[in-house]
């Protein structure tokens, strides 16, 4: 807009150059994220927790511009506990969704960044929503973030329906690890959240326990 | 006041007041942002240009300032050289600024609005723990920064480290220009952040007594200081533990002046005198005026 940019590094945008990827089992969801925060060619964080809880049963992947994908997350997560005081009950996974949604469609102009919202309610049990550019799409599983795109052949193939918990797990951290390796932007430790009815459960695995495969 | 005084100043007033009427009214005020002087400053610069030089730039505090965590509080530490463009601006200037009794915030990027946008948080928070009744929390001061700067759509180029300690315990953040922030338990910001945070991953402990953590901010920034060249003088540190805070400036002066050795002045009398001639200068008296200071 001015004349002049100023210094390089405060106009590089802090990223989640990022892999997220959440996926739907039967009783709840598994989530999961990789942990650099890059500023250019720098790593600024190596340990970014990019899964961000919603609601107590809902959370959400951040990918995209830190800057843009946190306040989203924070913005939500406030007009969340106003709705679930006004409705009485835990929300829906629908309708933290729709509230991500709202924001990203109506400033996708001004905002880079997409978040994946998954949880688990009464109603539906596990779901898995995309909020890509500002669309509600409900999936049995999806992947977001600059290491999406090499593993994309890996999802496809290796998906089945009605996949248990376990499996669902490993099917995660073996997508991020892949994502990981290939990808410059994705790297550190892997962020997993197991939600299902009776419980949230956060974990991490750290880069020395992450699943190898060939040429590794 | 004689009035003849009264009659001439208020015929000047007159004056200047119809002046500034025939400017105000051609344009009323729109609301919202006037960007009047952006088109003033490309037109500036402009001339400017075409004369071969340039607009002087913002002065940035090109700088290496970093935080981290230890046993008891936090240990802040910050380079003391201010620059602009190439030149050092002040050797000597104060980068760990006040937020509130138990929390302190440096800052890089932009000098200017890294002291505004602290001045004013800290003014915001002092009126917000008035309403509480209680001492501020670091994650609030986080929230109000980083709303600020995501506001401003990193416009404000003010990178912080936030650290503090409050009833939940010590808590570091670095917040960047664009309103996004991390909590960690060592960071690094600036331009000497990379040479920063070699020294802190590589000697980094969890739960470090006061005096290594010192030490070890100490020793990141003197890396920075002598490996950056946007930043150099003297290390400042501030330690905050629960009720007390050390704000030691200068810690360390890494770069103090040096004495010289010899000196090429020669003392009066080294060289003989052999003639003095005296001329006196006849200065006419061209014009006397006084003016008198209102002092009333």
Known sequence: MLGETGPEWLSEEVKTGTTIIAIEFNGGVVLGSDSRVSAGASVVNRVMNKLSPLHDKIYCALSGSAADAQTIAEMVNYQLDVHSIEIGEDPQVRSAATLVRNISYKYKEELSAHLIVAGWDRRDGGQVFATLNGLLTRQPFAVGGSGSSYVYGFVDAEYRRGMSKEECQQFVVNTLSLAMNRDGSSGGVAYIVTIDEHSTEEKVVLGNNLPTFFDQ | ?296
């Not at chain 2, 980094?204 to 006061?210: H, I, L, N, Q, V």
Request: proline share 4%; charged share 20%; hydrophobic share 35%.
């Open chain 2, 1 to 296: 006041m004689s009035t003849h005084a009264a009659s001439s100043t208020s015929r000047k007033h007159k004056s200047l007041f119809t002046k500034m009427a025939m400017l105000t009214v051609s344009r009323p005020p729109l609301g919202g942002f006037s960007f009047e002087n952006c088109k003033r400053n490309a037109v500036l610069e402009g001339e400017v240009n075409k004369v071969g030089c340039s607009l002087p730039t913002a002065r940035k505090t090109g700088t290496t300032i970093c935080g981290v965590v230890f046993k008891d509080g936090v240990v802040l530490g910050a380079d003391t050289r201010a620059t602009e463009g190439m030149v050092v601006a002040d050797k000597n200037c104060s980068k760990i600024h006040y937020i509130s009794p138990n929390i302190y915030c440096c800052g890089a990027g932009t000098a200017a609005d890294t002291e505004m946008t602290t001045q004013i948080i800290s003014s915001n928070l002092e009126l917000h723990g008035l309403s509480t009744g209680r001492l501020p929390r670091v994650a609030t001061a986080n929230r109000m920064l980083k709303q600020m700067l995501f506001r401003y759509q990193g416009y404000i180029g003010a990178a912080l480290v936030l650290g503090g300690v409050d009833c939940n315990g010590p808590h570091l953040y670095s917040i960047y220009p664009h309103g996004s922030t991390d909590k960690l338990p060592y960071v690094t910001m600036g331009s000497g952040s990379l040479a920063a945070m070699a020294v802190f991953e590589d000697r980094y402990k969890p739960d470090m007594e006061e005096e290594a953590a010192k030490q070890l901010v100490r020793d990141a920034i003197a890396a920075g200081i002598f490996n950056d060249l946007g930043s150099g003088s003297n290390i400042d540190l501030c330690v905050i533990t629960k009720g007390k805070v050390d704000y030691i400036r200068p810690h360390d002066e890494a770069n103090k002046k040096g004495i010289r050795t010899g000196d090429y002045k020669y003392k009066g009398g080294t060289t003989g005198v052999l003639t003095k001639v005296v001329t006196p200068l006849d200065l006419e008296l061209v014009d006397e005026s006084v003016q008198t200071m209102d002092t009333s």
